[in-house]
């Protein structure tokens, strides 16, 4: 089987890929001091509820240029046509947590890539439970507070709990270096990061997407009609 199929069926058993080295030397180099430079020079500019007073930014140009830059390679690994929709990167800091969660729509297929980093690897943590269940049974995804199930849940933690009621979760530790990505199906596999103790700084990034031929193509360009992209001529 070659390497292609091979991740193509990873990906569809598992709703979620290791990538390594996804990044040349010379451009990680690049986008991560760039990333460390933002941070050090803005800090703290918006309200991030997932990880307060830690510089994060959305859109940033040169993240979509990336996210422009990576779509073929990526559609090529998991065997799907996507349509990107935004991009988010945080220069995380020591005690930082990112607490248990699944995303919105427009992060159905998501890429968490790790740019630079001071200290030891922090892990990120992937639990595909409900998704291997649902792949089993050939159910259709169903968001979660659309689910007839849980659409009665009221916080995040809840519809968490309810997901999860009748399972005790696949949960997989994933270290990143520097240059690797993960690419996970980000509205069904939840995933988070414990208190960051490993090291002092760590910037990454993520890359948002939606399948072309899925349900959420309204999110393209996150639903901004005029929104830059590395693709406009």
Not at 121 to 143: L, V
Not at 182 to 208: D, P, S
């Amino acid at each position: 089987m070659s390497l292609e199929l091979n991740s193509v069926k990873k990906f569809k058993d598992s709703g979620y890929l290791i990538i390594p080295k996804i990044l040349s030397k010379e451009l990680l180099d690049f986008i991560g001091i760039y990333a460390y430079n933002r941070a050090r020079i803005e800090g703290v500019q918006s309200i991030d509820n997932q990880v307060p007073n830690t510089p994060s930014f959305g859109y940033d140009y040169v993240m979509e240029n990336l996210s422009d830059f990576l779509l073929p390679r990526i559609e090529s690994i998991i065997g799907m046509k996507l349509l990107p929709t935004y991009t988010y990167f945080r220069v995380y800091k020591a005690g930082d947590i990112l607490e248990k969660h699944i995303d919105r729509p427009a992060c159905e297929i998501s890429i968490t890539l790790s740019l630079r980093k001071g200290g030891n690897i922090w892990p990120i943590y992937f639990n595909n439970t409900d998704y291997k269940t649902r792949e089993g049974d050939n159910d259709e995804f169903i968001a979660p507070l659309q689910d007839p199930k849980i659409v009665d849940a009221t916080s995040v933690e809840e519809v968490l709990e309810k997901m999860h009621k009748e399972h005790i979760g696949d949960t997989t530790s994933v270290l990143l270096e520097e240059g690797d990505a993960a690419i996970y199906r980000g509205c069904e596999v939840v995933h988070w990061r414990e208190a960051y103790n490993e090291g002092t700084k760590l910037a990454q990034v993520f890359l948002h997407y939606v399948d072309a031929n899925g349900q959420f193509t309204e999110w393209k360009n996150d639903k901004v009609h005029d929104k830059y992209f590395a693709q406009d001529k």
